[in-house]
């Protein structure tokens, strides 16, 4: 867990991409430039044909690079040939982690350095075998709250590691943020029951969405300007505008 420790030393920067879009080409060269870039942790989306935790942006995304033949296996073959310090995640849907195959995609993880699994469609009753799965190997699983989580955090965190996705609105990817007086709470909340670090996602999309969300969390993810900004701009490019949106 030494990478999540230090991506959150001063605040981590985080993105998203959708693995193979625009291309899996473009995924390799934007990883294998990220020690250069301003993040401090990428997530990498698997694609899916029913990503139900997305929005517009994302779920076209992943449905072309699906349609493009990438899978969970191309995915892995690809992050075998990159080199990055940085700390990387799955989001991946947990259907895409069954059909797999639970072990051999939890050892595949761990063979080319992902550092944790981020499960949208996963509850809390059923993740118990593969957290245990997942902590013998040294690999995060990644729990979500959100405003309506209520008095489940509590059991939701028991079998957290790597930090706590802490969802700011009550729809998908890209969706309008819940009131901040109300997030605040919730990271407040969060805070009290678990000693994680607490990184803020959905409906970010500006440098002053980061600003604000940076003074009560301790991390800000940023993922839908990211993968449409990724469809017409370069590598180079697109780390120019993470620049200047986590600046």
């Known amino acids: 867990m030494d990478k999540f420790k230090k991506a959150f030393k001063n605040g981590a920067n985080i993105g998203y991409l959708v693995a193979g879009y625009p291309s ?24 899916y044909s029913d990503p139900i935790a997305d929005g517009p942006v994302i779920r076209d995304a992943s449905f072309e690079a699906v349609n493009s033949g990438v899978n969970a296996r191309a995915v892995f073959d690809m992050l075998g040939s990159v080199k990055t310090t940085k700390c990387l995640v799955f989001l991946v849907y947990y259907n895409t982690i069954f ?55 509590k059991k939701i965190l028991k079998h957290a590691s790597g930090f706590v996705y ?13 009131p ?52 017409n701009k370069s590598v180079s490019k697109l780390n120019a505008l993470i620049s200047k949106l986590f600046a």
Do not use: W
């Not at 899996?24 to 694609?47: R, V």
């Not at 195959?101 to 949208?120: H, Q, R, S, W, Y």
């Not at 802490?166 to 819940?178: C, D, E, F, N, P």
């Not at 940076?214 to 469809?231: E, H, N, P, W, Y």
């Open 180 to 231: 901040e007086d109300r997030l605040k709470e919730l990271a407040k909340n969060i805070k009290k029951i678990s000693s994680l670090p607490v990184a803020v996602g959905f409906g970010v999309r500006s440098n002053e969405d980061v600003k604000r969300l940076r003074s009560f969390c301790d991390g800000v993810i940023m993922g839908t300007v990211l993968v449409q900004a990724s469809k």
């Open 99 to 153: 059909s797999y195959g639970e072990d051999k995609f939890i050892a595949d993880c761990a063979k080319v350095g992902i550092g944790g699994l981020i499960i949208p469609d996963l509850p809390f009753e059923e993740n118990c075998s593969l957290a245990k799965k997942c902590a013998k190997l040294g690999i995060a699983l990644v729990p979500l709250i959100s405003v309506t989580t209520g008095h489940r955090a």
């Open 24 to 47: 899996l080409e473009y995924t390799k060269e934007f990883l294998n430039a990220l020690d250069n870039s301003a993040l401090d942790l990428l997530e990498i989306g698997i694609p």
């Open 166 to 178: 802490m969802i700011a609105s009550l729809g998908v990817t890209g969706s309008k943020q819940s």
